[in-house]
């Protein structure tokens, strides 16, 4: 029904800067909320950002604010993550994230409550 494809993940060392990129396709009009999570080895996959897909709604965990901007293009159909001064405890796969519903993002900080998954793009930030 919706297809998440991400991308712009790499490489980076402690410091730099990355943005992923997320592109939707398929049912794009039942999309209400878009959201990036991340995995690292060994650890539960964890809330990173999220927004709404209209209106001006954002919302961060506290390990990234104000190192990292969610932000769309809803004629691409895209969601973006602009990541700076990135940490290597920023090592991890990052997941795209997009919803049905319009529940507030404060509620949507669990996996389950999100519908579609994209396959994940690697980062990995080096000392």
């Known amino acids: 029904q919706v297809q998440l494809v991400e991308s712009g993940g790499g490489l980076v060392q402690a410091g730099g800067s990355l943005r992923l990129s997320c592109a939707a396709s398929?049912?794009?009009?039942?999309?209400?909320?878009m959201g990036w999570f991340r995995q690292a080895p060994g650890k539960e996959r964890e809330f990173v950002a999220s927004l709404m897909w209209r209106g001006t709604s954002t919302y961060y965990a506290d390990s990234v604010k104000g190192r990292f901007t969610i932000s769309r293009d809803n004629a691409k159909n895209t969601v973006y993550l602009q990541m700076n001064s990135l940490k290597p405890e920023d090592t991890a796969v990052y997941y795209c994230?997009?919803?049905?519903?319009?529940?507030?993002?404060?509620?949507?900080?669990?996996?389950?409550?999100?519908?579609?998954w994209g396959q994940g793009t690697q980062v990995t930030i080096s000392s």
């Open positions: 994230a997009a919803g049905r519903d319009l529940l507030s993002l404060t509620l949507k900080r669990q996996p389950g409550s999100w519908n579609y």
């Open positions: 398929g049912r794009t009009s039942s999309i209400r909320a």
